[in-house]
Nanobody
Framework: QVQLVESGGGLVQPGGSLRLSCAASGSITSIYDMGWYRQAPGKQRELVAV???????NYADSVKGRFTISRDNAKNTVYLQMNSLKPEDTAVYYC?????????????WGQGTQVTVSS
């Protein structure tokens, strides 16, 4: 079975930085798009950033210039570097990935990691 395990969340002051990691494991044939979503209290889950297997990226307008998504295909891992953090970035962050196991491709989700930005 395939799993996505996230790490790197925590409490930081405004202006600080965090680096989130998400590693895929299990019976994996190929990993296609990978991404990060977040859900803040009282709000809908929203897309933060995505990266294709070829390295193309897209970002939400609210994080452009501050966040960077990257991936290490050899480690089946996607990262989210978050700089200049603001209180409005406080949310549970979820990674996801489209993963092929044999002939079946499914979208998988991590368990979520809490990011809190507060002074």
């Amino acid at each position: 079975q395939v799993q996505l395990v996230e790490s790197g969340g925590g409490l930081v002051q405004p202006g600080g930085s965090l680096r989130l990691s998400c590693a895929a494991s299990g019976s994996i044939t190929s990993i296609y798009d990978m991404g990060w979503y977040r859900q803040a209290p009282g709000k809908q889950r929203e897309l933060v950033a995505v990266i294709t297997s070829g390295g193309s990226t897209n970002y939400a307008d609210s994080v452009k210039g501050r966040f960077t998504i990257s991936r290490d295909n050899a480690k089946n891992t996607v990262y989210l570097q978050m700089n200049s953090l603001k209180p409005e970035d406080t949310a549970v962050y979820y990674c996801n990935a489209d993963i092929a196991a044999r002939v079946t491709t499914l979208r998988y989700w991590g368990q979520g990691t809490q990011v809190t930005v507060s002074s």
